[in-house]
């Protein structure tokens, strides 16, 4: 597609529950990160894939936290035992560029409510 | 530690207003500062990239400069389509990561 592509838009989970969340980046986009964002915050870096090599997960706020991108396209951010500090809305973006931000485009996001 | 501070929190402009809003970094040496505008229920959309203090970057009615501790985006006569989140953000040098630190946005609000 044109954009970057995030699945599902919405998601309300209860706590506890393991949630996937999906993002299909710009086709041949190399670089892919996720990022998350509180309301009224600004977005906070996760984790960074180049390719399929994850080469930053420093921002995983912890091990409940784990994300893939097994063919070096479409990344799963999967998030184990759901708490209620959770709820945010979950920010995709990709690059062409395996350097720099330029060109960053990022999709609209998975909003995640535990309830 | 690398921070991103915005002000202010929340502007209210009458059509025509020009007005700035301000970026305040501290960094371990700046790759870029990139200022995105966010629309409710989408992801921020990228509007600039500076590089290097004294750069300008103009954009139709918004134009954005950087200094070597701050950024502005100055917005003249806006109108209420410019209404949004302006976010800030700046990329750190070294290491593999290509992060990028947000500031927590200006939220913007354009009368007629």
């Known amino acids: 597609g044109a954009g970057v592509s995030q699945s599902p838009r919405y998601k309300v989970a209860k706590r506890g529950q393991d949630v996937a969340l999906r993002c299909d980046p710009i086709?041949?986009?190399?670089?892919l990160f996720w990022y998350q964002q509180a309301l009224g915050q600004g977005p906070e870096f996760l984790t960074y894939f180049q390719n399929e090599a994850q080469l930053d997960k420093s921002g995983l706020p912890s091990d409940r936290f784990f994300a893939e991108r097994p063919e070096g396209s479409v990344s799963t951010l999967k998030i184990q035992r759901t708490q209620q500090e959770d709820s945010a809305v979950y920010l995709c973006a990709s690059s062409l560029a395996a350097q720099g931000a330029r060109g960053y485009t990022f999709g609209s996001g998975t909003r995640l409510t535990v309830v | 530690e690398d921070q991103v501070t915005q002000s202010p929190e929340a502007l209210r402009l009458q059509e025509g207003e020009s007005s700035s809003l301000n970026c305040s970094y501290t960094?371990?040496?700046?790759?870029?500062l990139f200022w995105y505008r966010q629309d409710p229920g989408k992801g921020p959309e990228f509007l600039f990239t500076?590089?290097?203090a004294g750069e300008e970057k103009e954009k139709e009615r918004l134009k954005a400069t950087l200094t070597k501790k701050e950024s502005f985006l100055h917005i003249t006569a806006p109108k209420p389509e410019d209404s949004a989140t302006y976010l800030c953000?700046?990329?750190?040098?070294?290491?593999?990561?290509?992060?990028?630190?947000f500031g927590t946005g200006t939220l913007l609000a354009v009368q007629p």
């Open positions: 960094v371990s040496g700046l790759r870029g």
């Open positions: 500076l590089y290097s």
């Open positions: 953000a700046v990329q750190a040098g070294g290491g593999a990561t290509n992060k990028l630190i």
């Open positions: 086709s041949g986009h190399v670089s």
